[in-house]
């Protein structure tokens, strides 16, 4: 069957060989931008297009979701400045696809006169449909919800996005690992609102949209925990807060508790009392302070499956103030929730190697700001090889101790808000892997291989936190070494490598140098081959340090909790832990643009990620060692 994509047409479903709708004579496009198959309506939008369900042929037809925007002013300046608008919210949208629960963005374009968004098709039920089939949620489900939820919306606040409809039906629990997924983003409200020239529309749901969206339209991360906050209020109660706006309007929000099927405790209680303030000042400014506020609530347990949290004593896993553990903690019957900065630091239980390293020489290029090469010098360094077993070795190159500035300076493209400010740190000297972990590497101390994209040179993905810690403590009781993730700081000294531009290579990269999404460009450099997929280790240049893949290919975790910004960061190149439930990401991955490879850029995952986006997420070792 073949779908019209005329949103004013009553039957659109039409048999494979029609040439035109059979319906409205619309002619029939059996693969939009000879890419997406449509295969049928999933909802109108308002009069303004259509939401299909459809499969992507380059991506082995995999489902997806096809936005329809079909602006009703057709003058060619409406649809200039309409498409304008899409592109530039299609680009935020694109870049949250780095998030395991955010849909990923495969492709905006315009055609025909209508614009498209095509997302990730998620398959779960929305939390709506849920409350109707099991009912109400007792407090612990909704401090799951919270905890899972809030690290995504510190991710898009982050990047400068709002959701602005954030409600139960826009919470998808996903049926292949229970996380919960925000769908629906405000890209097509915006656009809509735009278009129509309905300026001050608001946007968003009444009931859950706070006061500042309902009488200016204007949005702010404050509006979003609001709306979250309104979320939870009708998972506990049942009630439908657009009822109640209807009947009360916000007063409601004064005497939410007298909904409640039963008494919450009081520290959950004050949480949604902050998030339902009437008054955006007096709300959580932040999805930082709800999480940080829920964390030192009294201590409460998780189960080994992360599911449910139960009463004190029903489980033998206990969590504390600093010490909340997203699901999946156990690895092997060995629990990874120590977090001591001296198990990892190197600082202790050091053991001791000899100085006789062998010298390996290689060639260093650098580029200017389109990206050319314009030097080349050849560089040499110390390493050492640890054998694994069955022919596979590890190669950890000696990294010198030095003293960088770390993050970006303001007028370098692309920085953000994390990477400042800008400050000076001193790194002891260590040892880091030349390569980012190879499938064959992690297959030989773990006895698996997670990886998505196969083969045996190419980086491993798909490995959470937890698994790479656990990766470095086999790998330390086998060799007797102290092996681990590179703090932060250690990462980025490693990667700069003496250099303080925006890459290793220089002022800009391009595809040849550096595995990316080569359909995006970094300061005047062209667009170039966007490869899909990981490619081998050392397939690229390396940097002065002998370094290979620390742009590109897969993000690399790091030791250190993610914090938004650097202004109580270690300057000892040491890890900072103990902050935050978030993880680190450093580097970039083969699907992000050149902006998110930067040696500054960061990034955050919770320990036991494993969305559809885990294959971005791979690693390199660390390891210090004594000199004898």
């Known amino acids: 069957m073949i779908c019209c994509l005329n949103p004013d047409c009553s039957q659109p479903i039409n048999p494979d060989d029609n040439k035109f709708c059979q319906s409205c004579r619309t002619p029939l496009i059996p693969l939009l931008i000879n890419r997406f198959r449509v295969l049928r309506v999933l909802s109108a939008e308002g009069g303004f297009g259509r939401t299909y369900l459809a499969e992507d042929s380059q991506k082995l037809n995999e489902t997806c979701v096809i936005k329809q925007l079909a602006p009703k002013q057709s003058g060619t300046y409406a649809l200039k400045k309409a498409t304008e608008l899409f592109i530039e919210e299609a680009k935020r949208l694109q870049d949250l696809g780095e998030h ?23 398959k ?18 909704i401090r799951e919800l919270l905890l899972d939820l809030l690290p995504s919306l510190k991710f898009i606040h982050e990047r400068q996005v709002i959701h602005r409809d954030i409600k139960p039906q826009n919470i998808m629990r996903r049926a292949s690992d229970g996380k919960l ?10 656009l809509t609102t735009t278009v129509h020239t309905q300026i001050g529309t608001q946007i968003g749901s009444y009931g859950y949209s706070p006061l500042e969206q309902i009488q200016g339209g204007e949005a702010y991360p404050a509006s979003d925990l609001f709306a979250l906050g309104a979320t939870c ?35 959950l209680g004050k949480v949604l009392d902050k998030l339902l303030k009437v008054e955006i000042r007096e709300r959580y400014q932040s999805a930082d302070k709800v999480i940080k506020d829920l964390e030192i609530s009294p201590t409460f347990v998780v189960s080994p499956g992360g599911n449910k949290n139960q009463s004190l004593g029903n489980s033998p896993t206990t969590i504390n103030r600093r010490g909340f553990i997203y699901g999946g903690l156990f690895l092997g019957g060995v629990t990874v929730a120590f977090m001591g900065q001296n198990l990892f630091s190197g600082k202790q239980n050091q053991t001791s190697i000899s100085d006789n390293l062998k010298t390996f020489s290689f060639e260093v290029v650098s580029t200017n700001a389109t990206g050319n090469i314009i030097n080349r010098r050849n560089e040499s360094a110390k390493y050492f090889t640890e054998d694994l077993g069955n022919g596979v070795t590890l190669e950890m190159v000696e990294i010198p101790g030095g003293t960088f500035i770390m993050g970006s300076p303001e007028n370098q493209a692309g920085w953000l808000l994390d990477e400042r400010p800008q400050h000076q740190v001193t790194v002891p000297s260590f040892f880091m892997a030349k390569y980012e972990l190879t499938q064959a590497q992690y297959q030989a101390i773990m006895g698996s291989n997670p990886s998505r994209f196969k083969g045996n040179n190419r980086p491993v993905e798909r490995v959470s936190w937890n698994n790479a810690v656990a990766f470095c403590q086999r790998l330390s009781q086998k060799t007797q070494k102290n092996y681990r993730l590179p703090s932060e700081a250690e990462w980025e000294y490693a990667c700069r490598a003496g ?14 140098l550096v595995n990316y999404n080569g359909n995006y460009t970094y300061g005047s450099a062209p667009k170039g081959q966007y490869r899909q997929q990981t490619t081998d280790v050392g397939s690229f240049p390396p940097n002065a340090f002998g370094l290979y893949d620390m742009h590109g290919n897969v993000w690399e975790w790091c030791l250190d909790d993610y914090i938004g910004n650097y202004s109580d960061a270690p300057k000892d190149g040491n890890a900072l832990t103990g902050q935050s439930g978030l993880k680190m990401g450093r580097g970039g991955s083969w699907v992000n643009n050149p902006q998110y490879c930067r040696s500054a850029s960061r990034n955050s995952y919770t320990r036991d990620e494993r969305g559809n986006l885990n294959y971005l997420i791979g690693f390199r070792v660390a390891c210090t060692v004594a000199r004898t």
């Not at 955010?102 to 905006?108: K, M, N, R």
């Not at 849920?130 to 612990?140: A, D, I, N, S, V």
């Not at 250099?499 to 040849?512: C, H, L, Q, R, V």
């Open 499 to 512: 250099t303080t531009t925006p890459f290793y290579f220089g002022e800009s990269i391009n595809p040849e």
């Open 124 to 141: 779960g039920e929305n939390l709506l449909d849920e409350l109707k089939q099991k009912g109400k949620y007792k407090e612990t489900q």
């Open 181 to 190: 997924v925000l769908i629906d983003f405000g890209a097509s409200k915006q």
């Open 100 to 122: 395991a629960q955010i849909p990923t963005l495969f492709a905006y374009f315009e055609d025909n006169g209508f614009l498209y968004l095509v997302q990730q098709f998620i």
């Open 233 to 267: 209020f009708h998972l506990l109660t049942g009630d439908s807060p657009f009822q109640l706006w209807t009947i009360n309007g916000f007063s409601w929000v004064n005497n939410w508790r007298q909904y409640l099927p039963s008494p919450v405790s009081q520290e």
